[in-house]
């Protein structure tokens, strides 16, 4: 989702809530014959479905070998127009999943954003990718989605469980989005400061790119099923720390304000966040103050082979 708020608080990894359009566009459904069976990534729309598909081209999967899925497929016709196969799918109208699935291979599904929905529309694709024949599906879930105590990681652990039961499955527990934080870097710079309620916690936040550049690693090496993967950052840090980050970067001084649970609530209601975002975020910036969003597993880097971003690096880019 994008930022609701001019405050300068942290936000929740997003997906597209593009809507259903009935618009007819000529681009390619189907996957050329003698093309090996297709990598299908939903929400190609949403930004790490994009970056995704991007990751998988430059690993040297041919365009006609991917199949690119969204609600509002007229968001992507500029991936039909590179040769990318383009199929609509909305997990909330099963009918659509057949076809937008037919003759996968591997499927990523990428974690929908309407929570009390999310399960239900998780186990529609998860059975289109099995009616289909897939013999992987990778699915983004979150950091440590078997003990986080945030209402997220709930429905993560359902998903989760039902993949296991279904077909071999990779656990893509993605942790926070760094561009959580960049994103909002004019508000922060404009206010001076850095909200929260995170405490000292540690946060392994990586970019996009990054979680995306993993999942391509993913879909086109074998050894991953049954695979879970704690996906993090190798450079974790503390808002404080971003903030001085921030500084270092800009030559402004930022501070970091934590407040108790409760004030940062009321601060995300003044600025006008929805009351169940809100309880999403605070309950996010708690699970951090407890270490919940670090990790030093390393799996980030060597699926990508190479470091990850770091702090630096992001907040450098998202200021170019």
């Given at each position: 989702m994008s930022n609701p708020t001019s405050a300068s608080t942290s936000i929740p990894p997003s997906v597209p809530t593009a809507v259903p359009t009935s618009?007819?566009?000529?681009?390619?459904?189907?996957?050329?014959?003698?093309?090996?069976?297709?990598?299908?990534?939903?929400?190609?729309?949403?930004?790490?479905?994009?970056?995704?598909?991007?990751?998988?081209?430059?690993?040297?999967?041919?365009?006609?070998?991917?199949?690119?899925t969204s609600r509002d497929v007229t968001r992507i016709e500029d991936l039909a127009d590179r040769g990318v196969v383009v199929r609509r799918a909305d997990f909330a109208e099963p009918d659509t999943l057949p076809a937008a699935f037919e003759g996968a291979d591997k499927?990523?599904?990428?974690s929908t954003t309407t929570v009390d929905e999310r399960v239900a529309n998780h186990r529609r694709a998860i059975d289109a990718a099995v009616a289909a024949g897939a013999s992987l599906v990778a699915y983004t879930s979150m950091l440590r989605a078997d003990t986080s105590s945030t209402a997220l990681a709930a429905t993560h652990r359902a998903t989760e469980e039902y993949l296991r039961?279904?077909?071999?499955?990779?656990?893509?527990?993605?942790?926070?989005?760094?561009?959580?934080?960049?994103?909002?870097?004019?508000?922060?710079?404009?206010?001076?400061?850095?909200v929260g309620a995170a405490g000292q916690g540690r946060i392994s936040a990586a970019t996009r790119a990054d979680y995306a550049d993993a999942a391509a690693a993913v879909l086109t090496t074998g050894g991953h099923a049954g695979n879970v993967y704690e996906l993090g950052a190798d450079e974790a840090f503390t808002l404080a720390g971003l903030a001085a980050a921030i500084s270092a970067a800009t030559g402004k001084r930022i501070t970091y304000t934590d407040l108790p649970a409760d004030e940062f609530a009321r601060t995300l209601a003044d600025a006008g966040v929805p009351a169940e975002l809100a309880e999403v975020l605070v309950g996010a910036e708690l699970a951090m103050k407890e270490?919940?969003?670090?990790?030093?597993?390393?799996?980030?880097?060597?699926?990508i082979g190479r470091p990850t971003t770091t702090p630096a690096e992001a907040i450098a880019a998202a200021l170019a």
């Open positions: 618009a007819s566009t000529s681009v390619p459904t189907s996957v050329p014959t003698g093309v090996p069976a297709p990598i299908v990534v939903t929400a190609a729309s949403g930004q790490l479905g994009r970056l995704t598909v991007e990751a998988l081209l430059a690993r040297g999967v041919p365009a006609s070998g991917i199949v690119a499927v990523l599904l990428i039961e279904r077909v071999p499955g990779v656990m893509l527990r993605n942790g926070w989005y760094v561009e959580n934080y960049t994103a909002q870097l004019p508000h922060i710079l404009r206010n001076g400061a850095l270490g919940e969003l670090f990790t030093d597993s390393g799996d980030l880097r060597r699926l």
